[in-house]
C-alpha cells in the first residue's frame, strides 16, 4: 500500500488546530458539540455512517422497533456545525509520536490523517472471555446487523418449530438461552417472552408459543448486579412471573449449535444469545497504554494518555472509577459526561480530573415492568417503565427529531403488536442468491 | 433425500379440500382472504415470512423507508382466518400428476404437500435478457435485501466521494445510471436527484451533491410506454428539471464495475440501477406449460392450467391480456384482481374467463410531482402526487394496519429530511465480520 498524496482532511491553509475524533457514538459526538464554537477544525471518523442509540438495541432485535428508529445519520447530526466534517472510515494504525491516524478506505490506498489533539471513542464489542469459538453459535448485540441476525435467528425459530413433528427437535427450537444477567440480558429475556406469549400466540397454529421456555444465566448471585439487592429482587419475580427460569451462580462451560452445558448440566437450545460482557474494540491493541482485564484504557485523571497530554479517551474503551473507586459502567451517560469533559479542554477549558455525576441507572423487564434506581429513590413497575420511556425517548428524539419510534411504541404497547417482525436473508444466503460467485461445495 | 413422515402438514382426519397457495404476494394473499369462509384447508408457502408491498421499495431503496414500512408478516395479515396455515419454506418441486409439492424446509429432509387445488403465484424476479454477468455489477430491485443492497450502494458512494480528492474518480462516484424507463426507472432516478440535491446537499463539507450525474436509460421512443404519451412527456420534463438526463431510444451494450456502454458511447459511471424488465420466477421452469418469451405462464382463461383445472396462476408470473388483446402489467392490481377470480372459483363459484377492470395507471417522478391515468380522466403533478400517495397509504394501511408510514412521509415531505438514511454492512462485510470462517484470500 501507498500512501494517499490526495488528502482531502488535510489543508495546509487551514490554521486552526485539527480535533480528530475516532468513532460517532455518544462519547465522540459529545466531544464534537461541546466544540460547537471553538476555534478549531473538527473531523470525526467512523467506520458506520450512523451514530446508534445503543440501548435501544435490543428493541430492533425483538422487533418492536426498524434499525432506522435508533440510528442517525452522523452527518445529519452534526449538519448544523460548520467546523466539523465527517468521514466513513476504518482505522488501520495510529502513530501517537507521529501525531497521524492511518485509514485504509478504499483498501487500495491509504490515507494519513495528521491531528493536534486526538479523541479515541470507538467503544466496545463482545467479549466472549476466551471462548471465541462460542461465537459460532451464540449471538452477540452490539451492531445493528448483529440485532437483525437476533431477529432472523429468534423468528426462523418460531417458523421451523410450525413445520416440525419431532417433539424433541421443536422443543430445542422452542428453548433460548440469554447468557448474562445485566440489563441487556434482562431486556432480551422480558421480549423474549413477551413475543412469544402475547405476540406469536395469536399467529401460530401447530405449535403454542406459550410453550416457550427461556432460560436467563447469570454467574453471580443474583441479576442486575449493579442494582440495589431490592430491586434485583424485584427484577428476577417479574421475570420468572413472565415463564423466563432465572439460572444465578450458574456459569456456562460449553456452547454449541445445539445447546448450552452449565458443568454436568446440558440444556439442549437452537438459540443462544449472548449478553455477558463487552470489552474495549480491538483499535486498543494498536495502543501502547495500561490496560485492563477487559482492554479498557487505563487513562489519568482528566482522560488523557499518560505522557500525551493531547491524546484522549472517552466511553466504553477506558477503564474509570467513581469517587468511591468502584469502576463506571459501560453506559451512554459515562461517554458523554466524559466526551463533555474533553470537549470542553480541548475548547480552551482547565484539566481538570474527570468527575462521573451518577443521574441514576435504570433497566426495563417488560410491558409496564421496569427498575430505576436515582441516589436513595428506587422505583419499580408502571412508574419505573414510564420513568424509563421517558429517559430514552427524550434522548432518543433530541436524536432522530421525529416521533415515528413513540408512535411504534404506543402502537405496539396497546395491540402487543410487533410491527418490524421481518426475518431478512442471512448473509449466508445473501452471498448465496446474490452478486458473488456460488460456491459448489456448499451444502444447501 | 429422504421425504419426511411426520408432515404437519398433512392431516388425515381433515376431510376439506386442500387448497395449498405458493406465494404470499398480492395475487396469493387475495386468494386465500375469498376463501376465508369457504369449506376448504389453506395453506400458504412462501420463502419469506413477509408479504412485501412492492410498489413502495423503491422508497426503501431510497432510504425514505424502512424495511418493516412495507412489509407485514405474512402470518399476521392471515391471523383471523382460521382455515388458513402459513409455512415458511421453499418449493424444490412440483408433480401435477400426482398433486404433490415438494418443499426442503431443513435442506436434510423433505417434505411432499399433497394438494386438491395448487395456486402458483410466486411473481417475478430482475430479467437480464440473457446478460447474466451485468448482475454483477448492475443492481435490481425485487426484494427487502435488494433494497437495501441499493441504499448501500448509493449512500456509500456518497460517502467515497467525499473523501475522493481524484477529480475523475470522484465524477464516476457520483454517476448514477438507471436502466429502464418504466414506473420504477422513474421513481428511482427522480428521487436519486432530490436526494442528492436537497438531502445530501446539506450534509457534505468537500463534495456538492448537486453535481451528482443521473442517467435514465430507456430502449423505446419515450419512458413510461404505458401511459398516453402526454403524460410521458410531462414526465420526461420533470424529470430533466430535476436534472435527470433522459436518453431514449438508447441501449445498453455492455456493464462493468466502472460504467456502461450505449454501442460506442461510454459512460463512467460506479453505481448501475437496473429496471429494465422482469421475468416469472425460476419456479416456472419446474412447469410443462407453454411460456412467453419472458417466461410467463400461458394459463387458460379461468387462470387455471390446460388440462389441469385444480392448478391455477395468478400475478406477474402469468401472461393474460385485456379485451383488446395487449398483455397485462406486471402490476399489483392484476395479480390481486387475479388471485380474487381464482379464489371464487375455489370457494365453488363459476367457472368464468378472467377479465380485468382496468381502475387506472399511476407513476411518481417525486416530491409533489406525478402522472396518473383513469380511462380518459389524465392528472399531472400535485393532484396526480396526491391521488399516488393516497392510493398507496389506503392499501398499505390496509396490510400494515399502522400510521408510521404517514407520518415518515409527511416528516420527509416537509423537511426534506430522509430518516432510513442507514448504510448496513454488505454482504460480504457480513460474513467477513460475522460468524462464518473467514476466507483468507479475500482482498481487504
Do not use: C
Amino acid at each position: 500500500m501507498t500512501p494517499d498524496a490526495a488528502n482531502p482532511i488535510k489543508d495546509p491553509h487551514d490554521a486552526r488546530p485539527h480535533v480528530l475524533i475516532i468513532g460517532g457514538g455518544f462519547g465522540g459526538l459529545a466531544v464534537a458539540r461541546e466544540l460547537k464554537a471553538a476555534p478549531v477544525r473538527v473531523t470525526i471518523l467512523d467506520r458506520t455512517n450512523h451514530h446508534l442509540f445503543q440501548p435501544l438495541l435490543y428493541q430492533v432485535a425483538m422487533a418492536g422497533l426498524s434499525p432506522a428508529d435508533i440510528a442517525a445519520p452522523i452527518r445529519a447530526v452534526v449538519r448544523r456545525q460548520k467546523n466539523t466534517s465527517v468521514y466513513l472510515a476504518e482505522v488501520t494504525g495510529i502513530d501517537i509520536d507521529r501525531k497521524i491516524v492511518e485509514v485504509a478506505p478504499s483498501g487500495l490506498r491509504y490515507t494519513e490523517i495528521p491531528y493536534d489533539h486526538l479523541v479515541l471513542a470507538v467503544g466496545a464489542e463482545t467479549h466472549w472471555f476466551g471462548n471465541e469459538s462460542w461465537a459460532d453459535h451464540a449471538l452477540g448485540l452490539k451492531t445493528i446487523d448483529d440485532a437483525l441476525e437476533v431477529r432472523r435467528r429468534v423468528f426462523t425459530a418460531f417458523e421451523s418449530a410450525e413445520r416440525e413433528r419431532d417433539t424433541d427437535r421443536r422443543r430445542e427450537l422452542m428453548t433460548f438461552v440469554v447468557v448474562g444477567g445485566g440489563p441487556t440480558g434482562v431486556e432480551l429475556a422480558g421480549a423474549l417472552s413477551e413475543i412469544s406469549r402475547f405476540v406469536l400466540a395469536r399467529d401460530f397454529r401447530e405449535i403454542e408459543p406459550k410453550l416457550t421456555r427461556i432460560i436467563l444465566i447469570e454467574g453471580l448471585d443474583r441479576i442486575l448486579g449493579s442494582f440495589d439487592g431490592s430491586l434485583s429482587e424485584h427484577a428476577r419475580r417479574k421475570l420468572e412471573k413472565l415463564g423466563v427460569e432465572v439460572r444465578t451462580e450458574a456459569r456456562v462451560t460449553s456452547i454449541d449449535a445445539r445447546g448450552v452445558e452449565l458443568g454436568d448440566e446440558r440444556i439442549e437450545a437452537r438459540t443462544v444469545l449472548w449478553a455477558a460482557g463487552v470489552r474495549a474494540s480491538p483499535l486498543t491493541e494498536l495502543l501502547d497504554v495500561p490496560k485492563d482485564r477487559g482492554g479498557r484504557l487505563k487513562v489519568v485523571e482528566d482522560l488523557s494518555f499518560p505522557g500525551h497530554p493531547e491524546v484522549f479517551a472517552v466511553g466504553d474503551m477506558v477503564y474509570a472509577e467513581d469517587a468511591r473507586g468502584r469502576p463506571l459502567p459501560g453506559v451512554a451517560p459515562v461517554a458523554m459526561q466524559q466526551g463533555k469533559h474533553v470537549g470542553r479542554i480541548l475548547a480552551g477549558g482547565a484539566r481538570q480530573p474527570f468527575r462521573y455525576r451518577d443521574k441514576g441507572n435504570m433497566a426495563t423487564i417488560g410491558r409496564s415492568a421496569a427498575i430505576a434506581e436515582m441516589g436513595s429513590l428506587k422505583l419499580t413497575g408502571f412508574p419505573a417503565w414510564l420513568a424509563w420511556l421517558f429517559v430514552h425517548l427524550i434522548f432518543l428524539i433530541g436524536f432522530r427529531n421525529r416521533a415515528a419510534v413513540l408512535l411504534d411504541w404506543i402502537w405496539n404497547y396497546f395491540t402487543y403488536g410487533r410491527g418490524a417482525r421481518l426475518i431478512t436473508q442471512s448473509p449466508a444466503e445473501r452471498m448465496r442468491r446474490g452478486k458473488s460467485k456460488p460456491s459448489d461445495g456448499e451444502s444447501k
